[in-house]
């Protein structure tokens, strides 16, 4: 299977994007709302990691559902923090949660994929980043600036970092 074309709908729940049709895929799961992150994460992730699969949640209830079936299939997670509210979501439900409902979950389990904590609220990220890695997660901080600059001189970076040092989960 093949993925062609722009991220076009971050409103679908855990979709799925194949980079390419590889055995042997890596798969990388990414909490992020605003179109136009969600746009170039996928275009660089595309370019960098052409064997990714690409699963985007703009919510962190729907992640926390699809982690408790997937988790030890990921070989990476990319949170933000802050979420929209945006009323009229599928099940009535308007509160789209925030990163830290994510790390609460991950916390319970036992420690596989590294995570990439992307936000700009400073007062979420010790929140965040100590509680995983008191519980033994590889953990990167990532100051999102300028736009969507920060995701190709500092984002990308980081993961190519990451699955250089750390290796997949």
Known sequence: MSYKGSFT??????????????QDVMLIA??????????EMNRLLSEALPGAELVFFDNAPDMVAWLREHLAEVDLLCLDHDLVFTPGRPGGRSDPG???DVV????????LPSVVIHTSN???VAGMV?????AGWRVCR???FAEVQWLKTAW???????LTHWGRA
């Open 98 to 100: 925030t990163g830290q």
């Open 9 to 22: 709908s971050p409103k679908q729940k855990g979709l799925r994007l194949f980079a390419s049709g590889l």
């Open 30 to 39: 990414i909490l992020e709302d605003d179109e136009r992150r969600l746009d």
């Open 104 to 111: 609460d979950f991950l916390v319970t389990r036992p420690p």
């Open 142 to 144: 990532v100051i999102p």
């Open 130 to 134: 100590s509680p995983l890695e008191q």
């Open 156 to 162: 990308l970076p980081a993961i190519r970092d990451i």
């Open 122 to 124: 400073w007062g979420a």
